[in-house]
């Protein structure tokens, strides 16, 4: 009797059947859903993360946390990328990703030890990932039409904002509603997110936050020129500078004539060049290079003011903001190339000095919220919070309806599919049934942050919303059950719609693994992952 031969190379690891592979995949993803659970909704829990960098990280935000730490499990990191597609698809919501598709996967657990096959259990989570689809479109109690209403969208922001930063969403929602009103193009669908820029500058406190219609750059201006109406800039990728020749070379001064007069054609030709642009009407010049000290004396001497702006992407925002075009070569600018500004002026905020180039009577292209805080970790959340509320006025942008908040949608959900359950013949019902039962994870999480006993509340859930009171979910303020419309506690539509869907794909993926085969790790160092560059780290 002859071995079988091998197939794989030596330190290949093979694993197969319920125990090796369904259920330890189960576990993995249910330890990584264990970590950001506690951070879901307003009274969620702080992560201190530690990157590999030792880059500090104190945030309740499931996409942060998810994003540094190097997840190595195949299974949990099939779960990380289905919560970056939810946060590239509606820019909120990740943690709710996470939550639901850790309890489908433990009620998937549940019914395996049940010995029911999981073939089963995939055709049933299927049918009631259809269902729960269909459910949610009816449940809508509001529609945002007039996303330049900033009363209706600061309404809508404020769950969102809330979850971040709790007692600010009344200060925080209608400073994100201006800011984003201000910049949505006519056609609402085309809003771009990246036209709303947050600006942060340490000191003070999260109330002293600013909108500025217009553009901010965190740099004083060169010279003694701070203030400037109805400014004309001109702007310029490269430095103000005399032409460096390209090959080095050696110069011998017999004489001190000579000496004197080696400089005189780089002084006529720079201040040639400043004159030539004054003299097309334009009073404030951007720079990305740097400045010669002869340059900054004709600049001087003809009164204009000089900004330098080393970051190229926030060059391309600024010529955005005032309508210029950023020219390569220094010569005076045609009319269609001047960017305008109402107001470009030097300001101190705390100890920084920032230059703020205001649009005030014309719509401005860009937005910039300034965000004050005592420490740089608290300017980080402010952050993440806005960046949040402009995802959800961008989602509202495209589907303005919203859901009641604080766990009504999904208790009513699941009510919903556990009739349907009832009805449904075959195997398929008691997946069905586990499906629903996992809704209830959301307002059983709301509840456990806010201290309050779940298991009585959410009995309570379902006997109100079976009387018909399908708006009731948790009031974690006031630590009972209240109507969410009345409060003003909202979920986007489509959020949650994407929500639901993520999670169930990724469940089912997990689920019709049956094998899993490792190959041995290569030798040497690893690769470093190469990632695009952030434009805000330029």
Sequence with gaps: M????????????HFTGLEETILKN?????????????????????????????KIFVTNDAATVLKELDVVHPAAKMLVMAAEMQEQECGDGTNFVLAFAGELLQQAESLIRMNLHPNDIITGFKKASQKALEIVEELSVLKVDDVRDEAKVSNALKTAVSSKQIGL?????????????????????????????????????????????????EKDSEGTTKHVKNAKIAVYTGGIEANKPETKGTVLFKTADQLEGYTASEEIQMENIIKNIAAAGINVIVTGGSISDIGVHFIEKYKLMAVKVQSKFALRRLCKAIGATALVRLV??????????????VEELGSTKVTIFRQEKEDSAISSIVLRGSTQNIL??????IDDGVN????????GRLLAGGGAAEIEIALRLQKIADSTPGLDQYAIKKFSESFEVVPRILADNAGLNSTSLISTLYAAHQSGKTNLGVDVEECTIQDMVERGVYDHLLTKLWGIRFASDVVLTILRVDQMI????AGGPRLPQQKGQDPDDA
């Design 2 to 13: 002859y071995a079988s031969a091998p197939i794989f190379k030596d330190g290949t690891r």
């Design 332 to 345: 005076p600018p045609s009319a269609d190339e001047v960017g305008k500004a109402d107001i470009v002026t």
């Design 392 to 399: 959800v006025y961008k989602g509202l942008c495209r589907d």
């Design 169 to 217: 969403e009344d200060f925080l929602a209608p400073l994100i509603a201006k800011a984003c009103i201000q910049v949505c193009p006519k056609e609402q669908k085309n809003f771009n997110v990246d036209n709303v820029r947050t600006v942060k500058i340490l000191g003070g406190g999260a109330g002293d936050s600013t909108l500025i219609k217009g553009f901010v750059v």
């Design 518 to 521: 490792v190959a041995k790790l």
């Design 26 to 54: 189960i576990d993995a993803c249910n330890e990584l859903t264990k970590l950001t659970r506690t951070s879901l909704g307003p009274n969620g829990m702080n992560k201190l993360v530690v990157n590999r960098l030792e």
């Design 380 to 385: 980080d959340s402010l952050e993440r919070t």
